[in-house]
């Protein structure tokens, strides 16, 4: 429900704005147009019922959550209702009051246009105020440079209106910039990032760039022979989808995707990195491995993107058995879509049939292609009757994936690598969510008919389908959604919880995640943002080693945004304020809703400057980027 009252409230605050203002064009002519009076009523009027149906609005999306209310309704909003009732309840229609009537709607517009975060809130109380004064002194000053007679006593009112409609004008300049200098970085400039701002979270001060320790010295050991080597080279290729489809594709070692690489907890995994002709350049990103910082594979931060010719040497020991993958992290909006990525499964061989599927949509010429892999088509796999099948599902793609299932119950085993607690057999037809980036093992015994695992994309059609049957050759079931799998209370709830859960944060921190204007490479630019701003300039999250941290992320836009956090695996408390039931839900990627709320806290264990971005990887490219840094280490 949210999605529609945001864009409703957007379209209410532009008409509001409109109505106001021939308001305010009424108020300029009083003076000589008697008839103006009742024009001018009627346009407050009807101010008056627009902003009346976006305070309804507001109340329905509260209901949601009070932190879904962002400044642009909990001050823009009832700045426009206090100046608009001013100007209807003065009787003598004073221009003055029409003129701040205006300057609150247009306050309020602005504030929709350009959201604050919540770190601008007192710049912003204080630039808004400081408006609609401007706009009354303003008025004011017409109204007495028009009364006061030759034009040498009008003068000195003529020079004092020219500085308060310049103080206006700067004053929304600065509120459009956030109270800040534009910057020409961009979104991928991590040094940028870091250099910036920064939010403590409540905890005490500390710096990052004169500390002790540099992101290139925290590296996995270097010490011992690995137990596990790979070599993965990065090569143009032509990836020929089932369908007979091609794709300008890249890969690893010849295959999109990549090879699956298997290790054990504990073992020492080794990876070379070898670019053959990758001219954008490459690294390898350890997508929910708690891996140490300079394994990290951020191109800019942890290391610099490996060019044609060269190579680079991952090593790290996975400390926690579960599905995860690898992609590259460089110009990753691109380079990912057209085959950069691959599984990294940390377990032993499962019994049965077990199987690793990504969901991808591969790039097309007018819309992508969803697929299963490189499997666009039906893809048939034989299972005998009563064999154990063990699913690992990844998401690839830069969207949500719903995976609809047909003829089988079926258990969700893990989320995120993360195995669910007291999972308990679902009933045949449940669906799962897949966040972009995320992952979900499925298991079940398979039936004497078949069984069909469908990527449901909407709007967008598809083949994409998976048959499982004890023939190894079946018709699909038809397309039909079910009812998807809830994180929250799915499981078990242990008898105790995990001691993260039980309180005493040292920092907080609220992302609010918007669609609006934010200066971004050195202009006003429209798109995705983080606490109200565009990477480089969102605020750095500052935390200290050891630290309980606990962050309220909050969606007040109209697009999904699955939030991932580097180096760290995080435990969600709450969805709009209700509490999780089910199993400890641990994810490293999380799906925020148009609308949704989460309360999610970790523990600060893995020291380093970490990502967190949004994982739809065009939205990271156009600046949704912010980072987490401990005190003491520096880029």
């Not at 990103?285 to 300079?294: F, K, L």
């Not at 299963?372 to 690839?396: I, K, M, P, W």
Request: with cysteine.
């Amino acid at each position: 429900m949210a999605e529609p009252l945001i864009i409703i409230d957007m379209l209410l605050a532009l008409a509001a704005l409109i109505a106001v203002s021939f308001a305010g064009r009424n108020a300029g002519r009083l003076h000589r147009d008697p008839a103006s009076a009742r024009r001018l009523r009627r346009a407050l009027i009807v101010t008056a019922g627009l902003l009346t149906l976006r305070l309804a609005g507001a109340v329905l999306l509260a209901t949601g959550g009070p932190e879904l209310l962002g400044l642009e309704l909990t001050l823009g909003l009832p700045l426009a209702v206090a100046t608009t009732g001013w100007a209807l309840l003065d009787r003598r229609r004073s221009v003055p009051a029409t003129h701040a009537a205006v300057a609150g709607g247009l306050v309020a517009f602005w504030l929709r246009l350009v959201p604050p975060g919540p770190q601008d809130t007192m710049t912003t109380v204080a630039v808004a105020v400081l408006l609609v004064a401007a706009a009354i002194a303003g008025s004011v000053l017409l109204t007495r440079w028009r009364s006061g007679g030759s034009r040498r006593a009008r003068a000195p009112w003529f020079g004092a209106g020219a500085l308060a409609a310049l103080a206006v004008l700067g004053l929304v300049g600065w509120l459009g910039a956030g109270g800040r200098p534009a910057s020409a970085s961009s979104g991928t400039d991590h040094a940028a990032h870091t250099g910036g701002p920064v939010d403590l979270g409540g905890g005490p001060a500390g710096g990052h760039h004169a500390g002790h320790r540099a992101v290139q010295d925290l590296t996995g050991p270097r010490d011992r022979k690995p137990d596990v080597s790979v070599t993965l080279t990065a090569a143009h290729a032509t990836v020929r989808l089932s369908s007979g489809r091609t794709v300008d594709g890249l890969t690893f070692n010849g295959r999109a995707p990549g090879p699956e690489i298997r290790v054990r907890q504990g073992q020492l995994l080794e990876v070379v990195l070898v670019n053959r002709d990758v001219t954008e350049g490459v690294t390898v990103h350890w997508h929910g491995v708690d891996v140490p910082n300079a394994e990290d594979g951020v191109a800019g931060l942890t290391q610099e993107a490996v060019p044609p010719g060269a190579s680079h040497r991952y090593r790290f020991v996975p400390d926690r058995a579960g599905t995860f993958w690898y992609h590259t992290h460089h110009a990753a909006d691109q380079t990912v879509r057209r085959g950069l990525f691959g599984a990294l499964i940390v377990a032993p061989p499962a019994e049965g049939f077990e199987r690793t599927f990504f969901t991808h949509l591969w790039p097309g010429d007018d819309q992508p292609t969803p697929a299963f892999g490189t499997a666009d088509a039906v893809q048939q796999h034989r299972l005998a009757a009563g064999e154990r099948a063990y699913l690992r599902f990844v998401n690839s793609s830069p969207e949500p994936q719903r995976l609809t299932t047909h003829g089988t119950a079926l258990t969700v085993a893990a989320i995120d690598g993360n195995a669910v607690d007291g999972a308990t057999e679902l009933a045949a037809g449940t669906d799962v969510l897949l966040p972009a980036g995320g992952r979900a093992d499925l298991t079940f015994s398979m039936p004497d008919a078949a069984v069909t695992i469908r990527i449901d994309a909407g709007e967008n059609p598809n083949d994409a389908a998976l048959v499982l049957s004890p023939a190894g050759s079946a018709q699909p079931a038809a397309p039909g959604r079910g009812t998807p799998v809830d994180p929250l209370t799915y499981g078990a709830r242990p008898a105790s919880p995990p001691p993260i859960a039980t309180g005493g944060y040292d920092r907080e921190f609220t992302v609010a995640l918007q669609d609006g204007f934010a200066w971004h490479d050195g202009g006003l630019t429209y798109g995705t943002l983080m606490n109200g701003r565009m990477a480089p300039s969102v605020p750095t999250l500052m935390v200290t080693e050891g630290d309980r941290v606990r962050v309220r992320i909050v969606n007040r836009g109209i697009m999904d945004h699955p939030m991932h956090l580097h180096g760290h695996r995080v435990l969600v408390l709450s969805r709009n304020g209700t509490p999780s039931t089910g199993g400890p839900w641990w994810t490293d990627t999380l799906n925020v809703g148009p609308g949704q709320s989460f309360e999610v806290v970790f523990t600060a264990d893995n020291p380093g400057i970490w990502m967190d971005h949004c994982h739809n990887l065009e939205h990271a490219a156009a600046g949704m980027v912010m980072h987490l840094a401990y005190t003491g280490v520096h880029a």
